[in-house]
């Protein structure tokens, strides 16, 4: 029973196109983020809610927009997919007192923009 | 400005010596700290953290250990196992800023070799 799940684990698309991610958390957690990793490996937060309200929102083009229905969900919409947006994005819940106890992340999204 | 750095790319050791990963930070404001092991096309997992009122702190084969005036930590894992080979994270956050927001490293990748 997967804790925190994403949709989907592979895109391929072209510039241009605009295409969402989905993430669904079982856990009961009430922050969500998006990571995102680049080639470099690097893990960079993108965007944190805590039950559905915005906390987090670090600079990131504004071509990608969350949407948090509710606090087991939380999805990345990206308009006009450009080359550089090209990367493996994480979603990940904490429960309060994350800092000790950590985030459960998603298997991850591989966007390849073409 | 990155403000958590793990300086050694690779690591690679013989399976049951001992494993060293090290990691740095600049904000002196990071309390919390934590590594995570990450496997491909997986998300990372959470392994162990410290706070910073800790020195030192222990699980079974892992051990992490933090030098507040250095802005040190580090990972030992010991004996290491092949099934050890992973990318491993460190990240830090501050209790009373960032909104929980967990600052990742751009990992060390550890091999262990039966």
């Known amino acids: 029973d997967t804790a925190v799940s994403q949709t989907p684990k592979y895109l391929v698309t072209q510039m241009g196109n605009d295409k969402s991610i989905k993430c669904e958390q079982n856990l009961g957690h009430d922050t969500m983020y998006w990571y995102k990793q680049d080639s470099k490996k690097f893990l960079k937060i993108m965007f944190s809610?805590?039950?559905?309200?915005?906390?987090i929102n670090e600079t990131v083009p504004n071509r990608f927009s969350p949407k948090s229905p509710d606090k087991a969900h939380l999805n990345l919409h990206i308009n006009s997919l450009e080359l550089g947006d090209s990367a493996v994005y994480f979603c990940?819940?904490?429960?309060?007192?994350?800092?000790?106890?950590?985030?459960?992340f998603g298997s991850g999204t591989r966007l390849t923009v073409v | 400005d990155q403000q958590v750095k793990q300086n050694s790319p690779s690591l690679s050791v013989q399976e049951g010596r001992i494993s060293i990963l090290n990691c740095d930070y600049t904000n002196s404001m990071f309390d919390y700290f934590l590594w995570y092991k990450k496997y491909p096309a997986e998300g990372p997992t959470f392994l162990i953290s410290?706070?910073?009122?800790?020195d030192k702190n222990e699980d079974g084969r892992f051990t992490v250990f933090l030098n507040k005036s250095a802005k040190h930590l580090s990972l030992h894992i010991v004996p290491s196992q092949p099934g050890d080979s992973a990318v491993y994270f460190c990240?830090?956050?501050?209790?009373?800023?960032?909104?929980?927001?967990?600052?990742f490293g751009d990992g060390t990748t550890l091999t262990v070799k039966p």
């Open positions: 809610y805590n039950n559905k309200e915005l906390i």
């Open positions: 410290i706070s910073s009122i800790k």
């Open positions: 990240a830090a956050s501050s209790y009373n800023t960032n909104a929980g927001k967990s600052t």
């Open positions: 990940a819940s904490s429960p309060p007192g994350n800092h000790y106890y950590g985030y459960t």
